[in-house]
């Protein structure tokens, strides 16, 4: 795990735990209602992708699994997506939602050192976590995704995006911050996709998630192709 992730789990994992506005506000957005305002496109991912049963899934930085939970009530996986985050707090809260009619593997680990064993997966989707990561980082988790997915595999991401104007790009980040999140890394398509082409992907496109309900910031969302 590097450096930035360890900050990043200690800082969320305080503020799941708090009861101030941001740390609610945090655990509302990434529950079941949270879902659909800030990650909507999920409502398209099951047409997007063309899931099926048989594929195998692993959803990044999955908070409280909803999104994950989501796609199994909707698929019905053979196998239980995985859902995996760096804050315990974050799991022990997924946990506490688990629905039996929807079951979903949860695993507590780094983007950037997947437990899981060369192409295990289908399809690997990263909701709003890239923001988190400083380059170094980026390219690690670009290359641990590559290396689980399988051969045609693809990985789904939509993160926040930055504007022209630097002042914009203040404000932006600035209401990313009263939102909880600290440093937020915005990145252009051609950056991330730069960066997904050294990591060995062989394709990249931009593509059109729909509209994000909330916060009002500009996002890029890529589909990564092996």
């Known amino acids: ?61 999955c908070g409280e699994g909803t999104l994950a939970r989501y796609l199994q009530r909707s698929v019905g996986f053979t196998q239980p997506p995985v859902a995996m985050d760096i804050s315990r707090t974050m799991l022990r809260l997924a946990r506490a939602l688990a629905d039996p009619a929807a079951p979903v593997a949860l695993v507590a680990t780094s983007a950037s050192a997947l437990p899981f064993a060369d192409e295990s997966f289908d399809f690997v989707i990263a909701a709003h976590v890239w923001k988190h990561l400083d380059d170094r980082t980026f390219l690690h988790d670009l290359l641990e995704v590559r290396r689980v997915l399988r051969t045609g595999g ?18 932006n980040r600035w209401v990313l911050e009263r939102g909880g999140v600290r440093g937020a890394h915005l990145r252009a398509f051609h950056v991330i996709a730069s960066a997904a082409m050294d990591a060995g992907f062989s394709y990249v496109e931009r593509i059109d998630p729909g509209p994000f309900l909330w916060p009002p910031i500009p996002r890029v969302a890529v589909r990564l192709v092996l």
Do not use: K
Not at 3 to 15: I, K, P, Q, V
Not at 28 to 46: D, E, I, K, Q
Not at 154 to 171: D, K, Q, Y
């Open 1 to 61: 795990m590097l450096w930035d992730e360890r900050e990043t789990a200690r800082a969320y994992d305080r503020w799941l735990s708090g009861n101030g506005p941001i740390s609610r506000h945090m655990r509302w957005l990434m529950g079941p209602l949270g879902l659909f305002v800030a990650n909507t496109p999920v409502l398209a991912l099951v047409e997007t992708l063309a899931l099926q049963p048989e594929h195998r899934l692993l959803d990044l930085g």
């Open 154 to 171: 693809s990985c789904v991401a939509w993160e926040f995006a930055p504007r022209s104007s630097t002042l914009l790009n203040r404000w």
